[in-house]
């Protein structure tokens, strides 16, 4: 599936490898993070009010610093516009809380309108299941941890994990689904009706994950 990688403001390793059906963005900032890791972006994004220094990109797409989206908001966009609907986005968890939650809005809207959308934080990753299923090899490791992001989840299901529910409702009061873990067996965790948030290691993201 053709991918697009967007890179955001915060500081981090870039572990892609892109090729000619790839879209590489910089968001703003993310061009000196590209830069840093010698990686040359498809198109620069951004208001720049975190990075003014000099842009080598043919394409670069500039925004008023005042405007209703952020840059990680336009960036998605014009992945979308180019009919990309698989999209990994990094350094935009966990540097200033306000525009981490302002990312988990985007992954939790995004991903009920089809678009294929994670955050990659470090070593871990966080991707959403909206009315669906996602689905674990028996080679995946360590936590995983469901929240729900709508107010109710109805229908949730965590099975072939070392804690198991069947068909409950979660509520985004109350972190239930905080640190499970795999245990060597297929594993599957699904909603009948809401929006989960899952948060896991980037490697069972990447390697171990099927989706139903």
């Not at 990753?125 to 941890?145: D, L």
């Amino acid at each position: 599936m053709n991918t697009c990688y967007i890179v955001c403001a915060l500081d981090c390793k870039l572990d892609f490898i892109s090729d000619e059906t790839d879209l590489v963005i910089g968001a703003d900032r993310g061009y000196l993070t590209l830069v840093k890791n010698k990686i040359k972006p498809n198109v620069v994004i951004g208001d720049f009010d975190s990075y003014t220094g000099e842009i080598k990109c043919e394409n670069i797409i500039k925004y008023p610093v005042k405007k209703d989206f952020t840059d990680s908001a336009l960036a998605i966009e014009h992945a979308i516009s180019k009919g990309y609907k698989k999209i990994v986005i990094y350094g935009a968890i966990g540097g200033s809380f306000d525009h981490t939650l302002a990312n988990i809005a985007l992954l939790a809207d995004y991903t009920k309108k089809g678009i294929d959308i994670a955050f990659v934080d470090g070593n871990n990753i966080i991707f959403a299941v909206y009315n669906g299923k996602a689905a674990f090899t028996e080679e995946a490791k360590g936590r995983i941890s469901v929240f729900s992001y709508s107010d109710i989840s109805l229908g949730v299901t965590e099975k072939g994990l070392l804690y198991e529910i069947n068909n409950v409702m979660l509520k985004n009061t109350v972190p239930l689904g905080v640190s499970n873990e795999f245990i060597d067996k297929n594993a599957e965790i699904s909603v009948e009706n809401g929006v989960l948030i899952i948060y896991t290691a980037k490697e069972n993201y990447e390697k171990h994950l099927t989706r139903v």
